[in-house]
């Protein structure tokens, strides 16, 4: 797909000199120090620089404070394209991760809508806003799977489950590149990180990992191979080793397996320095020997540390890496720069967009985004209602915000009390004492919760307890916010829990106090507004699970695709005394897929158009359709996510007891009925083996379909030799 420009970079690769090339495959950040600038434009005219991080150097993309400034960009620009020798343009990138001006649901969030299509809109709107701030490229989507909801960078990603993985990769991609990654409202997209970041032990950032090659081409590989069958541009590599072997370095995950084995055409960036931290991960002794180890193994553009600008070119007169591997790397960064278009639109463009509508999508898709995890008949609330709302979350902005937002602000984010306050009135909306109190004045508290008809707890974690190197030992909630929850609860009122969380928190203990809970993350500019379109019942929730809440932080790891122990037979997800804990059952305390609804969905019995069917058949592209009625027996209408999950009965190698494989989300109204149909074709029914080798064995499949991973609504169908 982009080897169609390689003769026209065959012909600037011949006019360039060696520097210049290594220039190419160094990416830095504009100095903060003013007095730096003029080396910094020279190392530019020199060619030395092929990209540009708009970042802070402190706080790797973490600094909100350095604003854009698209005619500081493109003086920058001139001197690349007009007075640089090879003329070739800078490619500028930036962490627009889930938002830009407006900021959307953090991706665990948003995976939880399992409307890809929503998702897809967002981030074309995404796209819009940051490329009109002069960026081309984003290091986003972040597609780590995380069974770890310590680790701070869950948040980042799509949760645990490889096919949800698959689905947001791709609607991401296809939203930040458009149509044509060459339109001025398009952004170059990076799957990252490159690989098995999520498997970090113990949820502690930038640790070690153990994957095996089996998990990682079931589990770890899936979304990347979405996001590179939708077409995207670039992948950085991750900060992490597996099995000991620094995926910096690593010739296997860089080339064998991600250009030889999935046919990656793009370029791959590192993670931010860690060129330079293959010494501190002690397998090299100099700066030299980490360029060397890191450009052999495919490792292509060089973030931050100018370990490749000051080495290569001594690597390449001393014979320890060769010219080729140094063109190789330079042609997959102009492939990317040509396809961008930057070498006839180098300076920044406008994209005229729409806000409203932006906003709107991002109240939208945060809305879907929420679960509903618990509903003792109290939601929704009527506008009549009057409401005592408590909780450190209630004036908060930054936070519903959540972590990696740089250009969002929160001085434009409705805070929950704003939102309630525009909802349903002022006079309805008991907040014990001015609403701009920043302290916390307990004395009306009580008085307010008693004349109210419900308490609303506005509850969760702030954003500085997620995103990079802020990973938690305890995901429980804070003891004043448990405190409050008893509060609440003494007062008689019915409880409503919103909970404004980065991570599944784990809730046992808390939740059983709520009579309603209902799941808004750290939902993006609108979460607010969001949250109370659900309160006050506009709109329906629909949002579900894409990750496991644990009932305590000491039953993780605790996610849904697990095989089965063995002992005892058919012990799924800790439902089982003895192989659970004995001090505390480790079932889920809501399990993956798991969301409430203001109706309820009937499921009738899976059929088969065709109990089984041949392998030779499935590999001639045929399936076995499994279809479902489903029914919406109750007062509203409502949106409902049918999955679909199989178990392989028998295999060669042991299979998860469920295993998702296709989802629809459908509007279905009061009292009727949709008949859901999925294809089970040779795609769904395999898996790889250790060697990537993608293989259906025949036999025995039970096949589920319905509304969480805990159903037993199932069929058998079989697969033949
Ligand atoms: C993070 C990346 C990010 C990069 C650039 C690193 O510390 O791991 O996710 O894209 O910084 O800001």
Redesign the pocket.
Known sequence: MYTEYDSQIDVILKNMTLREKIGQLNQKNIPNDINKLEDFKEQIRRGEIGSV?L?DSMH???DPQRNIDTEFYDEFQRIATEESRNHIPLIY???V?HGHRTVYPIPLASAASFNPELIEKCYRNIAEEAANDGIHWT??P?LDLCRDPRWG?II?GPGEDPYVGARCAEACVKGFQGSNLSNDDSLVA?A??YIG?GASEGGRDYHRTEISDYSLYNYYLPAFRAALDAGIGTV?S??NDINGQPVTSSKKYLTDILREYMGFEGFVVS??TAVIQLKAQGVAETEADCAELAVNAGLDMD??DECYINNLEELVRNGKVSETVIDTAVKRILRIKLAKGLFDKPYCRTVVYDRAQHLADARELAAESMVLLKNDNVLPLSKNSKIALFGPMRYERRALLGG?TLDGKACETPNFYEAMTEAIGKDNVFVGGEPTELHYDRSWEMWEMQRSDVVVLALGESEKVTG?ACSLADISLGAAQKQLVKRAKASGKKVVGVFFCGRPIALEGVAEDLDAVLYAWHGGSQVANAACDILFGDTVPSGKTAVTFPRKTGHIPLYYNVTSSGRPCNCYYNNCDYASYIDGQATPYYPFGYGLSYTSFEYGKPVADNNEISLEELKKGNSIKISAEVKNIGEVDGKETVQLYIRDKVASQMRPMRELKDFKKLLIKKNESVTVTFELDYKKLGFYDSDGNYKVESGEFDVFVGENCLTENVITVCVYD
Do not use: V
């Open positions: 991080i970042a790797a993309g973490n990138g930036r962490d991760i290091f986003s972040m960078r980042e990076c990252k990180h970041y950085m991750s900060f993670d931010w973030m931050m990696w990079e």
